[in-house]
């Protein structure tokens, strides 16, 4: 067996790995732990959304937040969704300096900047390969990086691609002072059997952060064309300066990763519900109970979803996609029929059974699902 030279390795200083590292800062071990990641500078290239069921470690990087929002499937109709649950916004920046400025005081975990070529597991230890020829051996491996993932045709799981533009607008619009949670209202100009949809969030005065979603597809370039076009209609050419833009694919999947739970354990996309792509606060839920069996018990573990989710979700997913002209119905009927606080616990898996039995009687039509599951049970 070669020499460890670390005891914990995490790949990609993502969220993922650096809300681990943040948490094991806190605990209590002598583990000499090194992250690695490719990036030299870390910026404001995410906006991380969810509802805050629990407070958490992170308060003092949501600066807005929201108790209503707006839904909106048909012009000019809309419903004004109200909540006693906060729908938070957390800027990728504020979180990046706050751990980093943690971990850089702490004495055994360090940093190193440098991409991963190749990770190969041994009896007792794990060996990663970098591109400057080194290797760096540990005994504990957990990689977060993003990995290709082939879905087969008859797979729901896809991608939900997301372009968004943060801007300054010269004019004050009222119409936006309330957030847009989705603006199903575009798939009017879209000849397009696909799940489009708007979010609007205001900032502060003046700043507004747009995000262009569409579900089963990774053409960013057809997103970004389209979503200025629908700017320029919306706002005006030239009423709005465009701060900062971010895109991203998250794959609308239930992963298995390969792990033995012992030395390697390979997380991408697993900590996400398929049917709602919230992931900021699912990935805290697992970081805290990881890093408490890292320094506690000696394991690492990974996130889970129930298998019940697994199959709601699974259920939903193929709907939408054997019948996208129906898929808006579904969707807004849960928001419009379904009590907020129950549509969000469930969405958030903090559900109780009265929450479940108030979404499974709202949605409609329940033709389609039931018809989707009779598909998969004889086919």
């Known amino acids: 067996m070669l020499q460890n030279d670390i005891d914990f390795l995490i790949l990609g200083g993502g969220c993922s790995g650096l809300s681990l590292a943040y948490y094991l800062s806190f605990l209590p071990n002598n583990f000499n732990i090194l992250i690695i990641e490719n990036k030299l500078l870390y910026n404001n290239d995410k906006t991380w959304c969810g509802w805050r069921i629990n407070n958490h470690a992170f308060l003092s990087c949501c600066k807005t937040f929201w108790y209503s929002f707006y839904f909106k499937k048909a012009n000019p109709y809309y419903s004004i969704i109200t909540s006693s649950i ?15 400025n943690r971990i850089q005081n702490i004495y055994n975990i360090k940093s190193y900047n440098n991409k991963i070529i190749n990770i190969k597991e041994y009896n007792g230890y794990v060996a990663v390969k970098l591109t400057n020829g080194k290797y760096k051996n540990a005994r504990w491996v957990l990689d977060t990086t993003p990995k290709p993932i082939n879905f087969s045709s008859y797979s729901p799981w896809k991608y939900q691609t997301f372009f ?30 696909q799940v489009n949809f708007i979010y609007i969030l205001p900032l502060k005065t003046n700043n507004f952060l747009f995000e262009w979603t569409i579900f089963f597809s990774k053409d960013v370039f057809f997103i970004k064309t389209l979503f200025k076009f629908y700017l320029n209609l919306q706002i005006g050419k030239s009423n709005y300066q465009i701060l900062r833009e971010e895109t991203g694919h998250i794959p609308m999947a239930y992963i298995t990763n390969k792990t033995t739970l012992k030395n390697l354990a390979q997380i991408y996309g697993c900590y996400i519900r398929t049917s709602n792509g919230f992931s900021f606060h699912e990935i805290q839920k697992w970081a805290i109970k990881c890093a408490y069996n890292i320094s506690i018990n000696k394991k690492l573990i990974l996130p889970k979803i129930s298998y019940f989710f697994i199959f709601l979700d699974y259920i939903f997913m193929k709907t939408i996609e054997l019948y996208p002209k129906i898929s808006l119905l579904l969707l807004t009927n849960i928001f419009y029929k379904t009590n907020s606080d129950s549509l969000i616990y469930f969405f958030t898996n903090y559900y109780k059974f009265l929450d479940l039995l108030n979404i499974l009687f709202f949605i409609k039509p329940k033709f389609f699902l039931l018809y989707t599951i009779f598909l998969n049970l004889f086919n």
Do not use: A, D, H
């Open 164 to 193: 968004g533009i943060e801007l300054y607008s010269t004019k004050n619009f009222k119409f936006f002072s309330t957030p847009y949670l989705m603006n199903f209202y575009i798939n009017k100009y879209l000849q397009y059997n």
């Open 86 to 100: 906060p729908y938070e916004n957390i800027r990728s920046i504020f979180f990046y300096k706050k751990v980093l």
